[in-house]
Every structure is written in structure tokens, then in C-alpha cells.
């Protein structure tokens, strides 16, 4: 069997520590993580180090959480050199805290940086944030369930200038949220809208980046999604608007058949798409589990098709944040079906707690995906 690494046997960047002299009473960070929700609360520091053309990466420190303050010419707010990525921290029964796939999200931070022509962080310093932030503030890493801390490691253009170019100088920063479960009140498919008039991205673009820009864009998406009666938008490809891409900011995944005969789908990467952390663990979760595990694509037709036919069982989304999102039922201009019973279906929640189970350590982990930062 696999052994977990632990980022104690990792090389990682030295970060200066310059702790909080106000911290989060224990009574309040108590309360805190009772009901953390998502994004609502931030722990006591964060992260930042500096990039320069003279200097590269310089300047790592851990300080208290805080405002940020820009010049207005600032290169992010003009011309949106502004990337980020999601990320999670657990705790176990014996209380030791783990990452889970950090290093592909460093790859990925890497992938979108060089989109951007911005400069990239090196790996010991991506982790090694991630390490000392979790570390001092380990008491804000909640325990119980599918609670966790989320991280959000991003990185801004902080040249001061109206010209448009990549910018001569970077802020990296990594901030923390203790993150309840998801669905706190049980498992609820999402009514999803096709979107055909707006278009997330396309070959050549950001798509596969994860960059603000591409948020920004999608907003409009999700409003007309919402006046629909529909909790999320799904992306259909730029050229025809037929083939489905992807849900929101998550990736997708349908269900062909049931029980043993059951396999999973999900629309290939074609660099309009993101490379999902999720989406690939479930490539291998499901092989584990004896269900066969394809990348294709579908278009919407088949989409609906599959549904009035049977063939199609499930369909869900997968992300960092709610990890697996079954989808009840879809609404669009070619008309309105529903996706097996409309209910969260038996391979969607057999997916979701295998994943969910290694993530937590309830079960070991033979893939060598989760790294330890703190002992129990």
C-alpha cells in the first residue's frame, strides 16, 4: 500500500513569521467554527511574498489577515492579471491536519500563470505557504464530517502603469476559511440552465485557466440562469453551441446504466475547459470502485435524449468546494427533462463518499494524494 508523504519530508520555502498580536478569542473562533458556512469567516493570517524583475520571488511572510492597499494605476485592476486556485485542508480522527492533491494544484496555479505571462511561484513556495499559514492557524481547521479549510492561494499584477503589458512586478497571497459541509441539510440535485447565448470560453482562450476574468464573465451567465428558476448555468462549446462543457465553475459528469453495468463520462479536456482537481480523482475513485470511466463528449441532444431513454441514469458536477453535485433537472430553449428520478443517484453518491472517505481518512489512501502538514 501507498504511504501519504508529509510536507515534512519536503523542501519549502522560508517563511518569515510575524504572528497576529490580535488574534481570533478562542470563544469566537469557537462560535466560528459551529457554523462556518463557505467564505464567510477568515483566520487569523495570511500569507504574501513579492516578484520582481530584479529580485524573482523575495519577501515571504506570514502576517495577520489585513487589508490590501493599491495604487489606482495598479496592473490587476486595468488589465486583469489576476489568477487563483481552491483548495482544501483536513483534519482526521486522530487529529493530524492533511492536504489533499496540493501539488497538482500547484501545477495548475503554474499552468494559468504562464497564460497570463505572469511570473510563476515555485513550487516550495506554493506549498510552503500552504504549510505555514495551516500551521499557525491550525486551531481554525474544524474537525467532524466533511468540514475543512479552504485555501485560496492568488497572485495580482502590482505594476503601477497604464501600459498595456505584462506587469514587472507580482504579489502572491494565500488566505484561509474554515469551510463547513457543503450541504449541511442533506444532498440537493441543482436545476441547471443551458446557456446559448453567452459562451465561457473557447480553443485558445482562458478557459482552462483560473483566472478572475473568467468569473467575471460567467456572472451574467448565472443571473440568466437564476431568472429561469435554475441554481446553476451549464457552458456549452463556443463554435456550435450544441456540445456540453462544463457546470458553473465545475466539471460534469454523466452516468450511463446502473449498478454493475453503470460508467461515467465526462466531456474532455479540449483547453476551453478546466482540468479539474476533482474531475481527475474521479477518473481513478471510479476504477477503484469497478466502474468504467470514460473522457468524450455529449451534446445536448444526447443529453436529452439519454434521459427520455433511460440511458442516461445521473449526471453530476464535481468541484473542490461541494466535491460531487448531482443534477436533478436541466431547462433550456429546446425544452425542460429531467435526469433519472430527479433525486442524487446511486453511482453519484458512491463516487462522493469514496472520495470524500480518503480526503477525510476514513480510509487509507493508495494513492499517495493526501500530504500531512501537522501531526496529531
Not at 489576476?82 to 496555479?109: C, Q, V
Not at 503554474?110 to 505555514?132: H, K, T, Y
Request: proline letters at 6%.
Amino acid at each position: 500500500m501507498t504511504t501519504s508523504p508529509s510536507l515534512a519530508d519536503t523542501h519549502l520555502w522560508p517563511i518569515v513569521a510575524q504572528p497576529n498580536p490580535n488574534p481570533t478569542s478562542p470563544e469566537r473562533r469557537a462560535e466560528i467554527l459551529a457554523e462556518p458556512g463557505f467564505g464567510k469567516h477568515y483566520t487569523d493570517h495570511m500569507v504574501r511574498a513579492t516578484w520582481t524583475e530584479d529580485e524573482g520571488w523575495h519577501d515571504a511572510e506570514l502576517v495577520a489577515y489585513q487589508p490590501l492597499t493599491f495604487d489606482p494605476a495598479t496592473n490587476f485592476l486595468h488589465y486583469g492579471q489576476a489568477i487563483f486556485e481552491g483548495m482544501k485542508a483536513y483534519r482526521h480522527a486522530d487529529g493530524s491536519i492533511w492536504l489533499y492533491r496540493p501539488l497538482k494544484n500547484a501545477t495548475r496555479f503554474n499552468n494559468s500563470a504562464r497564460r497570463l505571462a505572469m511570473a510563476e511561484v515555485p513550487e516550495e513556495l506554493f506549498i510552503g505557504s500552504i504549510a505555514a499559514l495551516v500551521s499557525a492557524d491550525r486551531d481554525w481547521v474544524p474537525s467532524g464530517g466533511e468540514t475543512s479549510l479552504y485555501l485560496r492561494p492568488f497572485m495580482l499584477g502590482t505594476e503601477i502603469g497604464l501600459g498595456v503589458r505584462p506587469s514587472n512586478t507580482y504579489q502572491f497571497l494565500l488566505i484561509a476559511s474554515p469551510a463547513g459541509a457543503y450541504f449541511a441539510k442533506g444532498i440537493h440535485p441543482v436545476t441547471v440552465w443551458l446557456s446559448d447565448d453567452y459562451v465561457r470560453a473557447a480553443p485558445g482562450g482562458t478557459g482552462e485557466t483560473k483566472c478572475a476574468g473568467n468569473y467575471a464573465a460567467s456572472l451574467i451567465a448565472q443571473a440568466e440562469a437564476a431568472q429561469h428558476g435554475c441554481d446553476q448555468v451549464v457552458w456549452l462549446d463556443a463554435a456550435e453551441h450544441r456540445w456540453i462543457e462544463e457546470m458553473g465553475g465545475m466539471n460534469l459528469y454523466f452516468v450511463y446504466g446502473s449498478g454493475d453495468q453503470a460508467r461515467i463520462m465526462t466531456p474532455s479536456l479540449t483547453g476551453a475547459l478546466l482540468p479539474g482537481v476533482t474531475r481527475d480523482s474521479l477518473l481513478t475513485v471510479a476504477q477503484d470502485l469497478g466502474i468504467r470511466a470514460d473522457e468524450g463528449r455529449i451534446s445536448v441532444e444526447e443529453w436529452q435524449a439519454g434521459c427520455a431513454s433511460g440511458e442516461i441514469t445521473e449526471v453530476f458536477a464535481c468541484g473542490t468546494a461541494a466535491v460531487v453535485t448531482p443534477v436533478g433537472f436541466v431547462k433550456s430553449r429546446l425544452g425542460n427533462w429531467t435526469v433519472g428520478n430527479g433525486g442524487a443517484g446511486e453511482v453519484t453518491m458512491r463516487l462522493r463518499n469514496a472520495l470524500l472517505d480518503i480526503q477525510t481518512g476514513a480510509v487509507p489512501d493508495k494513492h499517495a494524494w493526501l500530504h500531512k502538514i501537522i501531526d496529531s
